[in-house]
């Protein structure tokens, strides 16, 4: 049965983050006021089919281990969700 | 007061994806089967201070607008958490 997939790839806590350096850097000068802390990360969608949540969400956990992320710098968060 | 801002910038249905279609390629050759439709986006997330979370929702779509995505091509979904 088919699954929704969302990954969000975010860098670990203590990493440096030099693109969300950037954009925090550029607000002011465009007005914007009051941000900090930007970290930029990734959001991965797919469909995945398995035969249960618990085989689906093995396969992407092992799908983020070993080629969606760096699991040295960074983190990812997996929601699977049922699919009609 | 501060707000958690976590915004999801994604490419509009029907805009072709040409990182996720590249990750769908690679899979099958890793022993991942069963993958379909994979989409990549970016996550982004900060602090902004505002008075209230009206205000710092109307902040937020600005800069979603003018600067952090591409509203030609890009969806932004914007989630505003109230910090203690």
């Given at each position: 049965m088919p699954?929704?997939?969302?990954?969000?790839v975010e860098l670990?806590?203590?990493?440096?983050?030099p693109q969300g350096a950037t954009i925090e850097r550029s607000l002011p000068?465009?007005?914007f006021g009051g941000v900090e802390g930007v970290r930029v990360g990734k959001l991965l969608r797919?469909?995945?089919d398995a035969i249960?949540?618990?085989?689906?969400r093995a396969e992407v956990?092992?799908?983020?281990?070993?080629?969606?992320t760096n699991p040295v710098i960074e983190d990812a968060t997996v929601?699977?969700?049922?699919?009609?």
């Open positions: 699954f929704a997939v969302t990954v969000h670990r806590p203590g990493i440096a983050d000068a465009l007005g797919f469909t995945v249960d949540e618990a085989a689906a956990d092992d799908m983020c281990a070993r080629f969606l929601i699977i969700e049922a699919l009609p």
